[in-house]
């Protein structure tokens, strides 16, 4: 594996060597694609935690269509906005919200109108043992440290359940000790791991952790949330990157049917069209 970012933050790097193929017929639609004569660059994505799956795929497969090298970091979108501000060498934030590259946008950090929604996410209630069918308010029924939500202050999708739970009108102690966790693939990883008795989840990490093998979960044990909830995801490229072509070939990229392809079978809804 590659070496941590330097910082105390909690990132994930990824070893692409470990990824298994997917989207077989990719790699030729990408090839007709690639731009005549580019020239081989790198550039460092980071990506938010839900999105980590789906950037490797990505650039697993303009790695081979290209002679670009894509390097993936993956955490909370806040940790991520919060380490760029103090200088991190990112090209691409790929959040999981509008209001982190809206930030980054105004401190002069991007590259002027790179900001774009490249994707909609989906959050539900993931509870495995729970009463049929799954009613949101019965989760007041469960000590409250067996309810797992990402951090709402880094991550939207914690944010966007927290948000769901003041909206049902939950008791305020109970919701000051439900357990929180660094970003929302923790929480499908506690709910799988049997450390939480629910948790609030990203429809793509569901979706890819149900295609990986890694986790074991029924569709009546998901309680999918209401579309108000849905979680509204944005890139921004750095000012760094403006002339960096690894970057800007993913962006273009991201925009052509086979990548939108790959991002909708992980779960996302589509919001571009595709080239």
């Known amino acids: 594996m590659l070496p941590e970012v330097p910082s105390g933050d909690s990132v994930h790097r990824v070893d692409f060597a470990q990824v298994s193929p997917l989207c077989i017929g990719l790699l030729p639609a990408l090839m007709l694609l690639m731009s005549v004569g580019a020239v081989a660059a790198e550039a460092r994505i980071a990506v938010a935690a839900n999105f980590r799956d789906t950037a490797v795929t990505i650039a697993r497969h303009l790695e081979g269509a290209s002679p670009h090298h894509y390097e993936i970091i993956a955490g909370s979108t806040g940790k991520l ?6 200088g991190a060498p990112f090209d691409i934030l790929m959040a999981a919200d509008r209001e982190r590259p809206k930030q980054l946008e105004d401190r002069g950090l991007t590259v002027p109108g790179s900001l774009e929604v490249y994707a909609i996410g989906e959050i539900g209630l993931w509870w495995p043992n729970a009463p049929k069918p799954i009613e949101l308010k019965k989760l007041e029924s469960l000590d409250p440290r067996s309810v797992c939500i990402a951090n709402p202050a880094f991550s939207p999708y914690g944010g966007a359940a927290w948000g769901l739970m003041n909206q049902a009108q939950f008791d305020k102690d109970w919701l000051k000790r439900i357990a929180r966790v660094d970003n929302i693939n923790f929480v499908t990883g506690a709910v799988a791991s049997g450390q939480a008795e629910a948790g609030f989840v990203a429809r793509s990490s569901i979706t890819t952790g149900l295609r990986h093998g890694r986790i074991s979960a029924a569709p009546e044990d998901v309680l999918w949330l209401s579309v108000e909830s849905d979680v509204e995801q944005a890139l921004v490229v750095m000012t760094r990157a403006r002339d960096n072509q690894a970057a800007q ?4 990229q991201l925009r052509t049917q086979a990548i939108q392809a790959v991002i ?5 809804q589509l919001t571009t069209v595709a080239d």
């Open 81 to 86: 906005a919060s380490q760029i501000i103090r």
């Open 264 to 268: 909708q079978l992980d779960g996302y």
């Open 249 to 252: 070939f993913w962006v273009r």
